[in-house]
């Protein structure tokens, strides 16, 4: 069974997700031991016409960075690097990590050095990616330590994972098209709103969307997907959020975040777990401590904690707002070396408000877009 999903999967990424066209150069970005659906995409890539080129990630490279890499080395990005982002037309990442708290001792400043290094590489991405030049899927491969950090055994986080991308295995392609055009009546409905109210458990924050488009996440950027998501006006964030889940970022974890907002940065933060790693990340350059995102979570078939945020953010139910960078075809001006996903859960007593409007209650929609 898991064979077939891994090349119906393969086949979603490559004809649907980043569409690949006969001449595109195709980069294939995947952890080691996702080597079943590298492969897989591989080949599905050449029959569509494309040319890819394999880049491995080899398990423990990154421990090895951090532990020996003088600050020069940590600051240095390779050339071909740059190349392949200035140049490839589609990228496919695919991570399986072999043990999600390999990074957890590392000095945080050597990860903020680290990324503020790589700030050019993530501009180039947002910049060609908002202007259509490049093509891009982000996506997971089960492992054992993802299953241990969502506290199933590998079969069930297996199950898990391919219900999300495949909801309908006989049809997966036509599922995210039907999905997209439902999610599309959302956006549409948020087009030329003004202004976000939300309320839940420790959490009132307002904010401006006026002139800020919403972006159907619809597959074709995440696999699985399922959010809606703006950049809010970067000055206008005002109020407190309590995250109801831990937030990971680069192998850390914090929990018990909260983050007071006044003119649109950061102000104030606090955790109970890692928040030196918070207050440090929060100091990464000048855009940080602004808001690049503010989405909802659509996905049926996620409602569960399990510490990956390619699935964590999409949970029905569910708010979130990224730290950092904005993406630039929302009208999002941040820019930073950080995108930082963290989540509040609204099915307890949460709500959104748009423009004075329930939009949002308890975790569902109070306005029918089907």
Same mark, same amino acid.
């Given at each position: 069974?898991?064979?077939?999903?891994?090349?119906?999967?393969? @086949?979603?990424?490559?004809?649907?997700?980043?569409? *690949?066209? $006969?001449?595109?150069?195709?980069?294939?970005?995947?952890?080691?031991?996702?080597?079943?659906?590298?492969?897989?995409?591989?080949?599905?890539?050449?029959?569509?016409?494309?040319?890819?080129?394999?880049?491995?990630?080899?398990?423990?490279?990154?421990?090895?960075?951090?532990?020996? %890499?003088? @600050?020069?080395?940590?600051?240095?990005? $390779?050339?071909?690097?740059?190349?392949?982002? +200035?140049?490839?037309?589609?990228?496919? %990442?695919?991570?399986?990590?072999?043990?999600?708290?390999?990074?957890?001792? #590392?000095? !945080?400043?050597?990860? *903020?050095?680290?990324?503020?290094?790589?700030?050019?590489?993530?501009?180039?991405?947002?910049?060609?990616?908002?202007?259509?030049?490049?093509?891009?899927? *982000?996506?997971?491969? !089960?492992?054992? %330590?993802?299953?241990?950090?969502?506290?199933?055994?590998?079969?069930?986080?297996?199950?898990?994972?391919?219900?999300?991308?495949?909801?309908?295995?006989?049809?997966?392609?036509?599922?995210?098209?039907?999905?997209?055009?439902?999610?599309?009546?959302? *956006?549409?409905?948020?087009?030329?709103? @003004?202004?976000?109210?939300?309320?839940?458990?420790?959490?009132?924050?307002?904010?401006?969307?006026?002139?800020?488009?919403?972006?159907?996440?619809?597959?074709?950027?995440?696999?699985?997907?399922?959010?809606? =998501?703006?950049?809010?006006?970067?000055?206008? #964030?005002?109020?407190?959020?309590?995250?109801?889940?831990?937030?990971?970022?680069?192998?850390?974890?914090?929990?018990?975040?909260?983050?007071?907002?006044?003119?649109?940065?950061? #102000?104030? /933060?606090?955790?109970?777990?890692?928040?030196?790693?918070?207050?440090?990340?929060?100091?990464?350059?000048?855009?940080?401590?602004? #808001?690049?995102?503010?989405?909802?979570?659509?996905? +049926?078939?996620?409602?569960?904690?399990?510490?990956?945020?390619? =699935?964590?953010?999409?949970?029905?139910?569910?708010?979130?707002?990224?730290?950092? /960078?904005?993406? $630039?075809?929302?009208?999002?001006?941040?820019?930073?070396?950080?995108?930082?996903?963290?989540?509040?859960?609204?099915?307890?007593?949460?709500?959104?408000?748009?423009?004075?409007?329930?939009?949002?209650?308890?975790?569902?929609?109070?306005?029918?877009?089907?």
């Amino acid at each position: 069974m898991s064979d077939q999903r891994i090349e119906i999967l393969a @086949d979603l990424l490559v004809n649907y997700s980043v569409a *690949v066209k $006969p001449g595109d150069k195709v980069l294939i970005d995947g952890d080691s031991n996702a080597g079943a659906l590298v492969k897989e995409v591989y080949s599905r890539a050449l029959q569509a016409g494309g040319h890819p080129l394999v880049i491995p990630r080899l398990a423990g490279i990154d421990e090895i960075l951090f532990r020996y %890499a003088s @600050d020069e080395q940590l600051q240095h990005v $390779p050339e071909p690097l740059k190349l392949i982002m +200035e140049t490839y037309d589609v990228r496919i %990442a695919i991570g399986a990590e072999e043990n999600t708290k390999a990074l957890s001792s #590392v000095e !945080p400043t050597k990860m *903020v050095l680290r990324s503020q290094a790589r700030t050019e590489l993530m501009q180039t991405l947002l910049r060609r990616s908002a202007a259509g030049e490049l093509r891009w899927v *982000v996506t997971m491969f !089960p492992t054992n %330590a993802c299953a241990q950090d969502a506290e199933m055994s590998l079969s069930e986080y297996e199950d898990f994972v391919y219900g999300a991308c495949l909801p309908d295995m006989n049809d997966p392609i036509g599922y995210w098209r039907r999905f997209s055009n439902w999610q599309q009546r959302i *956006v549409e409905w948020l087009k030329g709103k @003004d202004r976000i109210h939300v309320i839940g458990p420790e959490t009132d924050l307002r904010l401006s969307i006026a002139g800020r488009i919403f972006e159907n996440c619809d597959g074709t950027k995440n696999m699985p997907d399922g959010e809606v =998501f703006t950049g809010p006006v970067e000055d206008s #964030v005002e109020g407190h959020v309590c995250f109801s889940y831990p937030a990971i970022y680069s192998g850390r974890e914090v929990t018990g975040a909260r983050l007071w907002f006044e003119g649109g940065r950061v #102000v104030k /933060a606090t955790a109970d777990k890692n928040e030196e790693f918070l207050l440090k990340t929060l100091d990464t350059d000048e855009g940080s401590r602004r #808001v690049g995102e503010f989405a909802i979570g659509t996905n +049926e078939g996620i409602t569960r904690f399990t510490r990956q945020i390619l =699935f964590d953010e999409k949970i029905n139910g569910s708010f979130h707002m990224a730290l950092g /960078a904005g993406y $630039p075809e929302t009208g999002s001006q941040n820019q930073s070396a950080i995108h930082w996903d963290l989540i509040c859960d609204l099915r307890d007593g949460g709500e959104i408000r748009v423009d004075d409007e329930l939009l949002y209650k308890n975790g569902k929609f109070t306005i029918d877009f089907q």
